[in-house]
C-alpha cells in the first residue's frame, strides 16, 4: 500500500510541476530547465568540494579458518582520493587486483544514494594462511581540497588446527597399580592453542589433569600439552584413554587414545595337599599358585619364619616329612614380577606325639606333709595326662599337677605319668614320691687291700636328704687328711645317696683293721664299721689260671646272654618290648649310638646336679636291677634302645655285696626289707624278670622303712 501511496503522491507533484512549467513558452522553458540544471550542477559541483570522504562501513576484527577466504569491509562514500588497504601498516597498493598479493583482491561496486557515490572496496582474501593473520586498515588518500582518512584497524585472526594429538607415552601406556602415573597428550600447532580432553569409556575425565600452552618461538602456532594423572586399578587393565584436541578451527575435535596396560604384582593363592591337619612325620607339599599378575615372569622365594630358605626358588615347597619343630611355624611364600612381590604366610599347626619337658621331677617329703608330683609333657594338641602308682591300674590324678594333700605311708613310692595325644603312641616315665630319712650305709664291710700298694675304701650311703657330710674316723678319731700325709677322702654323689672314697697311699700293716663312716643330714646319722683286710698277692701261675677261667667264664656269660636274648625277643609282648614300643614315638629321635657306659654317666651327672634330676623316664633311664638269679654283686643294666642286657659290676653303681652281710649294722635293715616290705613286693612284681627296679631307689625305701 506505501509504495502505491508514494508513486500517486509523485504523480501529482509532477502534474503540479507540468501546470506550473505550461504557461512558459518553449525557449523560456529550456533555456530555464538549462539554467536550473546549471545550478543544479554549481551546486553539487560547490558542495562535492565541501563534502568529506567517509566510511560507511570500516572492517571488523574478523576470524577465519586456514584455507577459507576471507572478507575484510570497506565502504567509502564521496571517495575523491585513492584507497588502498594496509596490512600492518604496508600498503598493499592502489589496483584492485592488487598485483603483489595473488590472493588479495579488491571487490565490490559502486552505487548512488542520492547526491552520493558509495563504494565498495573489500579486501578479499582466500585460501587464507598464517602470513595474513595481521591488524588491516582500509586509507583513502587525501586531494588538495579534502583530507585522507583511515579505518578503524581490524585484526584478521587465522585460525589454524592443531596436529592431530599424540599420546607421548605411545599406544599402551604401561602403569602400575597404586603408583600415579602420568600420561601425557600434545597437540602442536594450533592456533589457538588447542584444549585437551581426556575421555574413558566415553565419560570426560574432569580430575587430576593439568594443561599447559607452550607458544612456539617466531610463530604465532602454540603447542598445547595435557597431562593427566590416573591411579590404575587391576580393572582398567586394556582399557583406552582417549585424549581429544580441539580449537576453533576445528568442526570436530581430533582424537587419539592409549591401551592402559595395567601391571601389578602377583596375587597369590596358598594351599597345602593336605585337606586334614598335618601330622608329624607327613610329607606336605605347598603350593603358591599366581591367580594374576602382570607381567607373568614370576621369581619365588620361601621363608621359614622369616628366614629364606636358600635353593626354594620353585612356586612350591616339599617338606618331606615334617617334624614338631615346624610346629606354629610360619611359612611365606614370595611371588616376584619387576613391578612387586606379593607374600603369603600360613602358620603350621602340625600335630605331634606327646614329649615329657625337662627331667622327671622326684620329690621327697616328710610323713603328714602336702606334696606335689609334677609332669608336664608336650604334644599338638595337648595331652591328656594320667597319674597311677606303679603296678596299679587306678588313675591317681589326670593334670600335670598330682597333689597329695597329707603324705601317707602309702602315698611313697613310684608313681606313673602318662602323657597322651590322641591318635599317638603314649609315653610315661615314673616319679618317685620318697620320705625324708636319715642315710643308711650300705657298703660292704669288708675290704681289701694289698701292702705296699696304694687302697680306697668305700662309703656308700643311701639319703634323702643328701648328706651334710661324711667322716671317716679311726680308733674313734676323724682322720686329719692334712696331718696323715697319705689319707685322703673323694666324695662322689649317687642316686639318692652319696659316696665317699678313703685313699690310703703306700698302704702299711698299720692302716689294716676298722674305719668308722659316719653319714649325718638334716634327719639323723648313720654309722658303719668298715674292715680293711689285707690281702694276699697270689702267685703269678695262680694269676695266669684265674685270668684264663675268669675268660673262659665270661665267654659262656656271653653266650647265654646272646641266646637268652634271641629268646626274648622271639617273645612277643613281653614287658621289655611293650616298653620299647611305647617310647617308638620319642626314639625315633633319640640317639642310638648312647653306649650303656655313657648313658650310666649321664645318669650320674644327671644326678649329681640334683636329686630331683635323677631320669627315671622310660624312654631314657638305665634299668638297673639286682640280678634275679644269683647274689654276687652284679646288676643287669638294661638298655632300652638296644634290649641288650648288659651286667655290670654293681661297685660302679653302688658296689658291695651289702644285701647278704649278716654281722654289719647295715645288715638288718636290709634283711626285712627284701622280705616282703612295700616298694620291693611291688617292685618285684612289676618288673618281672627283665626289669628290675633302680637299685638306688629300692635301697633308699627300704631304708625309710626300718
Ligand atoms: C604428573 O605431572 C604433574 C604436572 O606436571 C606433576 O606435578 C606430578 O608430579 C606428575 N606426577 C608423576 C607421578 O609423575
Ligand atoms: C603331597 O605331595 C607330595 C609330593 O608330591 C607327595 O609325596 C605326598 O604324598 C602328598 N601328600 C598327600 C597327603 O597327598
Ligand atoms: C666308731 O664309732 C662308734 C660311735 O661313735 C665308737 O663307739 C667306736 O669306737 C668307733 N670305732 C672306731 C673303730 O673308731
Known amino acids: 500500500m506505501i509504495p502505491g501511496l508514494t508513486g500517486s503522491i509523485l504523480q501529482t507533484k509532477v502534474s503540479k510541476m507540468s501546470a506550473w512549467l505550461l504557461p512558459v513558452d518553449r525557449h523560456s522553458f529550456l533555456q530555464t530547465v538549462q539554467h536550473i540544471l546549471y545550478i543544479c550542477v554549481t551546486l553539487l559541483l560547490s558542495e562535492g568540494v565541501m563534502a568529506q570522504q567517509r566510511f560507511i562501513i570500516e572492517p571488523q576484527d574478523t576470524s577465519a579458518i586456514e584455507g577459507s577466504t576471507a572478507i575484510l569491509k570497506c565502504k567509502v562514500a564521496n571517495m575523491v582520493g585513492g584507497l588502498q588497504w594496509t596490512r600492518d601498516n604496508f600498503a598493499l597498493g592502489m589496483d584492485r587486483n592488487l598485483p603483489g598479493f595473488p590472493r588479495y583482491q579488491m571487490i565490490g561496486g559502486q552505487t548512488q544514494v542520492g547526491s552520493e557515490t558509495i563504494g565498495e ?145 602377583p596375587y597369590i593363592t596358598m594351599m597345602t595337599n593336605l585337606s586334614r591337619t598335618i601330622r608329624e612325620y607327613d610329607y606336605i607339599r605347598i603350593f603358591c599358585r599366581v591367580e594374576a599378575a602382570n607381567p607373568r615372569g614370576i621369581t619365588w622365594r620361601w621363608l621359614r619364619n622369616g628366614r629364606i630358605l636358600h635353593g626354594e626358588t620353585r612356586d612350591v615347597l616339599d617338606i618331606p616329612s615334617i617334624s614338631r619343630a615346624y610346629h606354629q611355624n610360619t611359612i611365606t611364600c614370595e611371588g616376584s614380577n619387576p613391578v612387586g612381590s606379593t607374600r603369603k604366610n600360613k602358620e603350621l599347626n602340625v600335630e605331634f606325639g606327646p614329649l615329657f619337658v625337662g627331667d622327671p621331677q622326684h620329690t621327697a617329703v616328710n610323713l603328714n606333709q602336702p606334696a606335689t608330683l609334677r609332669c ?21 590324678g589326670s593334670s600335670p599337677e598330682l597333689r597329695i594333700p597329707k603324705v601317707g605311708e602309702g602315698n611313697l613310692g613310684v608313681y606313673v605319668c602318662t602323657a597322651n595325644v590322641l ?134 656269660i656271653i653266650l647265654a646272654c646272646v641266646l637268652y636274648h634271641r629268646y626274648k625277643s622271639a617273645e612277643t609282648g613281653s614287658v621289655l618290648g611293650s616298653y620299647t614300643d611305647t617310647d617308638s614315638s620319642t626314639d625315633k629321635k633319640r640317639e642310638k649310638s648312647d653306649s650303656p657306659s655313657t648313658l650310666m654317666d649321664q645318669w650320674r651327672q644327671d644326678y649329681n646336679k640334683d636329686l630331683n634330676r635323677y631320669s627315671a623316664d622310660y624312654d631314657e633311664v638305665l634299668y638297673a636291677g639286682k640280678d634275679p638269679k ?41 634283711g626285712p626289707a627284701y622280705s616282703g616290705q612295700y616298694p620291693l613286693s611291688s617292685f618285684r612284681g612289676d618288673y618281672a624278670d627283665s626289669r628290675l627296679p633302680p637299685a638306688c631307689l629300692s635301697t633308699t625305701k627300704l631304708a625309710t622303712n626300718v
Open 121 to 265: 572496496h573489500n579486501l578479499k582474501i582466500t585460501e587464507v594462511n598464517l602470513e595474513d593473520d595481521a591488524e588491516y586498515q582500509c586509507q583513502v588518500g587525501a586531494t588538495e581540497n579534502v583530507q585522507g582518512i583511515r579505518s578503524h584497524t581490524a585484526k584478521l585472526n587465522v585460525l589454524l588446527p592443531p596436529d592431530r594429538p599424540r599420546i607421548e607415552n605411545g599406544m599402551r601406556v604401561a602403569v602400575v597399580v597404586g603408583r600415579l602415573a602420568n600420561i601425557t597428550c600434545r597437540a602442536n600447532n594450533g592456533k589457538p592453542s588447542a584444549t585437551i580432553t581426556w575421555h574413558m569409556d566415553g565419560q570426560r575425565l574432569t580430575e587430576m589433569i593439568y594443561s599447559r600452552s607452550i607458544p612456539k618461538v617466531n610463530d604465532k602456532r602454540v603447542d598445547s600439552v595435557g597431562i593427566i594423572t590416573i591411579n590404575a586399578t587391576k580393572d582398567d587393565e586394556g582399557r583406552r584413554i582417549e585424549c581429544k584436541a580441539e580449537n576453533e578451527a576445528m568442526v570436530l575435535p581430533f582424537s587419539t587414545f592409549a591401551t592402559l596396560d595395567v601391571q601389578y604384582p
Open 376 to 396: 608336664d609333657a608336650t604334644g599338638n594338641p595337648p595331652p591328656s595326662i594320667i597319674w597311677t602308682k606303679k603296678g596299679s591300674l587306678h588313675p591317681q
Open 423 to 556: 591318635g599317638f603312641n603314649s609315653i610315661s616315665r615314673e616319679i618317685y614320691l620318697l620320705q625324708n630319712a636319715p642315710p643308711t650305709i650300705m657298703s660292704e664291710v669288708k675290704q681289701y687291700a694289698v701292702t705296699g700298694e696304694n687302697a680306697e675304701v668305700e662309703c656308700m650311703a643311701m639319703s634323702v636328704p643328701k648328706p651334710d657330710k661324711i667322716i671317716w674316723m679311726r680308733d674313734g678319731i676323724p682322720i686329719n687328711y692334712a696331718t696323715s700325709g697319705r689319707f685322703s677322702a673323694m666324695e662322689e654323689d649317687l642316686p639318692y645317696g652319696r659316696k665317699s672314697t678313703l685313699q690310703i697311699i703306700n698302704v702299711n700293716e698299720e692302716d689294716f683293721g676298722d674305719y668308722n663312716c659316719s653319714v649325718i643330714n638334716n634327719y639323723g646319722k648313720d654309722v658303719a664299721v668298715i674292715h680293711l683286710i689285707e690281702k694276699a698277692v697270689p702267685p703269678l701261675p695262680i694269676i695266669i689260671g684265674g685270668a684264663v677261667g675268669g675268660l673262659a667264664v665270661l665267654f659262656i
Open 630 to 670: 644269683g647274689n654276687n654283686n652284679q646288676y643287669r643294666v638294661i638298655d632300652p634302645f638296644s634290649n641288650e642286657n648288659v651286667y655290670r659290676d654293681t661297685s660302679q653303681i653302688f658296689g658291695g655285696e651289702y644285701t647278704s652281710q649278716s654281722d654289719d649294722v647295715g645288715s638288718d635293715r636290709y
